[in-house]
């Protein structure tokens, strides 16, 4: 009997000429992720179906190649599993063995069996009554089909029938890089870190540019943003993150007579910024956490005013999400805990008292004129700071 763990893909199966080259980078991904784990594991993939061992232990580290695996884009399910021969005698065996590290079982039992190795001496069904007839007989437990307390994932593969207790929810999506790179703007919220989360959840490779208010705010948002690349490092490898400080501009802005255009005029500054940087990083998109009407910055004419500055497109993933719906993902994916920490966003300074719900093309154009956005981009630019707060070379999340 020996420990693994079976990762099934997800929407990579549904690709009909490029799944090849989907499934070299859902392979490449988990391989970065294992990087480390203190084992040589064995990454084998048949169907849809990828198996993660240890050829010299027997014993792997199930438990860490599990908790890696499940932050991998692109697997749908993550099953710690043992593998053993391809002999019905031998799989019922296993099972009962499997049961008994369980028990005492809350209730009964259900086996599902499976069968993708067609050429096993059983069917599914005669295997998995096989089977259930072995667990009932030596360890005692009721059968049940409908509400099992437990259920038995048999399933034959070639070479080999894999047995598990437990289905774990993987991120599903799809393999980070496969649809290119993005730089995501941002902030020391809720919202931008679940947006990079599903940016990188439908394949695209995402670096990072946060803005303080410096030097008329202190360091805590940097730490912030800090931190959040670090956690969203998991879910995909080597994050870049630039720390930009906004606030000269900010003020020249406001100093401009930005007005109740202030918050407009600053979004469309980070989205020309954002879009320099990603020219130099080689991303084609840009990625905020705006959601529609979230708060007056959000209308749809603003929104329109930021997409009109920027030189990439903007992508919104929350577009049409509530913010009970964010803050549960973001509780989900460990960026909460972050993101509620108390800081300065530079987004309220020079806020002010009434942040308008339409823009107005003709006073930003003016106020614009006034600031030389070209060159302010390339100060910001030459002014960021560059960290790299994902994972070291062990695979885990830097200290
Ligand atoms: P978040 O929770 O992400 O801060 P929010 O609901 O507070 O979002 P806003 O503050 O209006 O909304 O920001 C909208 C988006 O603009 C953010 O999701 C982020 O993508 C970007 N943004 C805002 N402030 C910054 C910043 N200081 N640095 C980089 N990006 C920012
Ligand atoms: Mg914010």
């Known amino acids: 009997m020996r420990r693994c763990v079976l990762l099934k893909h997800g929407e990579v199966v549904l690709k009909g000429r490029n799944r090849d080259r989907f499934e070299a980078q859902l392979r490449r991904n988990l391989r970065a992720s294992l990087r480390g784990v203190g084992t040589p594991v064995r990454i084998e993939t048949a169907g849809s179906v990828t198996v993660v061992s240890s050829p010299r232990a027997p014993e792997a580290p199930v438990t860490e190649l599990v908790r890696r695996a499940r932050d991998v884009m692109g697997f749908d399910v993550v099953q710690p599993a043992v593998a053993v021969a391809p002999s019905p005698e031998v799989v019922a065996r296993a099972a009962v063995d499997l049961l008994r590290e369980r028990t005492p079982v809350a209730g009964g039992f259900a086996v599902r069996a499976r069968r993708r190795d067609k050429s096993f001496p059983l069917r599914s069904d005669e295997l998995a009554t096989l089977v259930g007839a072995r667990v009932h007989d030596e360890l005692g437990l009721p059968v049940d089909l409908t509400t099992p307390a437990v259920e038995v994932a048999v399933e034959v593969d070639r070479g080999a029938v894999h047995l598990s207790l437990d289905r774990l929810r993987g991120q599903g999506g799809l393999p980070v890089g496969c649809s290119g790179r993005a730089v995501v703007l941002l902030s020391g919220g809720y919202d931008s870190p679940v947006a990079a989360h599903r940016a990188m959840r439908r394949g695209l490779h995402c670096d990072f540019v946060h803005f303080t208010g410096a030097p008329y705010t202190g360091p805590a948002s940097a730490y912030k ?30 100093t401009a007579g930005a007005g109740r255009w202030q918050i407009v005029a600053q979004r469309r500054l980070m989205v020309r910024a954002a879009g320099e940087l990603a020219r130099g990083w080689g991303a084609a998109a840009l990625v905020t956490g705006d959601s529609l009407g979230q708060v007056a910055s959000q209308t749809l004419s603003n929104l329109a005013a930021v997409d009109e500055a920027a030189p990439l497109p903007v992508l919104r993933p929350l577009l049409g999400w509530d913010k009970k719906e964010i803050m549960a993902e973001a509780a989900r994916i460990g960026t909460e805990v972050i993101s509620q920490l108390p800081d300065e966003d530079c987004c309220r300074l020079f806020m002010p008292p009434r942040v308008a719900t339409r823009s107005d093309a003709a006073r930003l154009a003016l106020l614009e004129r006034r600031c030389d956005p070209d060159r302010t981009v390339r100060e910001l630019l030459a002014r960021g700071r560059m960290v790299y707060p994902g994972r070291d070379d062990t695979g885990r999340a830097a200290a």
């Open 225 to 254: 943003a800090y931190a959040l690349v670090r956690e969203l490092g998991r879910y995909q490898p080597g994050p870049r993150l630039l720390i930009v400080p906004l606030g000269a501009a900010q003020r020249s802005l406001a």
